[in-house]
């Protein structure tokens, strides 16, 4: 079969050629029925943009580029890409992925960019406040979005969610349990949500009249093993041993589980353990785990959405944004039976 060009397609919507162009080019002032009128005349005939062409006319590539830390545990991460891929694809946009760790350097951004002519590019934490990395991005002049930062820049476009506020309704939540002495696991010192999710506990903490031991909050690193060591160093504490544990993260509370059994106590009934996330881990270990659902794929889908229609000209209402939480209870959360204090 004969492949349908853009001419066929203006044919059939009864624009101009250029009018199609600028529907598949994302440009702004296109009335949104003339837009769905060109999209309608693409579909019925099977039209795919020509990207070669595309990018020539535009002056563009289309690609997108994904600077992403190598992670231990792929999760978050997986949801992640899912969103920034589903964001690309909605534009006709190509999505680039370059793996990347603490050693990232000015030359390496540079290198990438040059090589995969990205448009712009989305920066999941931590990799948006490492600096080698902005301040060559903003040399480069390539635009970017930053994914949950640790600081807000208002002409930098941000997502993240609301990590302080959901961690003070997670420690609400299982005080509403009966437990008054909490420990707390923090996650990676490099990464924005840490800070914020133990202000959250903190504050909570303090609202509400609890033990405020500083033997409580310990340090992780956001994996497994780190959960089990800091779980550890909390139910060695003999006579101060928490009943109930807040991990930032549910690979960190999936370690503290093990950890449980490991020192022959068991979850719920001798200590509670809630996590952060609601990744896949929190539904693959037993006690299913009490968590904090954050909407990882719409935060990262909305990020490069911002950034694509910035790359269009259209100027974002918003550039900082907040997403909202959610606490899901599942089996490892239960009431502190016997509570003396």
């Known amino acids: 079969m004969k492949r349908s060009t853009i001419k066929d397609v203006a044919s059939t919507a009864g624009v101009s050629i250029k009018t199609v162009s600028r529907v598949f080019n994302d440009e702004k002032y296109v009335r949104e029925a003339l837009r769905e009128r060109v999209l309608d005349a693409a579909a019925s005939l099977d039209y795919v943009p020509n990207p070669s062409a595309r990018s020539l006319a535009a002056r563009r590539s289309y690609n997108i580029g994904l600077i992403l830390e190598n992670p231990q545990e792929f999760a978050y991460l997986k949801r992640v890409v899912e969103g920034v891929f589903d964001a690309c694809e909605a534009s ?13 350097s000015h030359e390496d951004v540079t290198k990438f960019v040059r090589q995969s002519r990205v448009d712009g590019i989305v920066l999941p934490a931590p990799m948006g406040d490492r600096t080698e990395i902005t301040d060559t991005l903003l040399e480069l002049g390539t635009p970017f979005a930053q994914l949950s930062p640790k600081h807000l820049r208002e002409d930098w476009i941000s997502v993240r969610p609301n990590d302080e506020g959901a961690t003070y309704e997670l420690a ?132 490069a959405s911002i950034l694509i229609d910035s790359l269009a000209g259209n100027t974002p209402e918003e550039m900082n944004l907040e997403f909202g939480c959610e606490i899901v209870t599942r089996d490892s959360l239960g009431p502190h039976v016997g509570a003396s204090d």
């Not at 006709?92 to 990232?104: E, F, G, I, K, S």
């Not at 609601?278 to 909407?295: E, G, M």
Request: glycine share 8%; charged share 25%; with cysteine.
């Open 172 to 303: 609400e939540h299982v005080h509403s349990f009966g437990h008054k002495r909490i420990g707390f696991i923090e996650g990676d010192p490099e990464h924005g949500a840490t800070e914020r999710r133990r202000n959250g506990f903190v504050r909570c903490v303090r609202d509400l009249g609890l033990d405020s031991d500083p033997d409580l909050i310990v340090p992780g690193m956001f994996d497994f093993d780190s959960g089990n060591a800091s779980a550890r160093k909390l139910l060695e504490l003999e006579d101060r041993r928490p009943t109930a544990i807040i991990a930032s993260n549910d690979d960190m509370a999936a370690g503290a589980i093990v950890a449980l059994n490991q020192m022959g106590l068991q979850p719920v009934e001798d200590v509670s353990i809630v996590g952060f996330d609601d990744s896949p881990t929190a539904t693959r270990i037993w006690p299913f785990l009490t968590t904090v659902r954050q909407p990882i794929f719409e935060m990262a889908r909305m990020a």
């Open 92 to 104: 006709n946009y190509t999505l680039l992925v370059r793996p990347a760790d603490a050693t990232v």
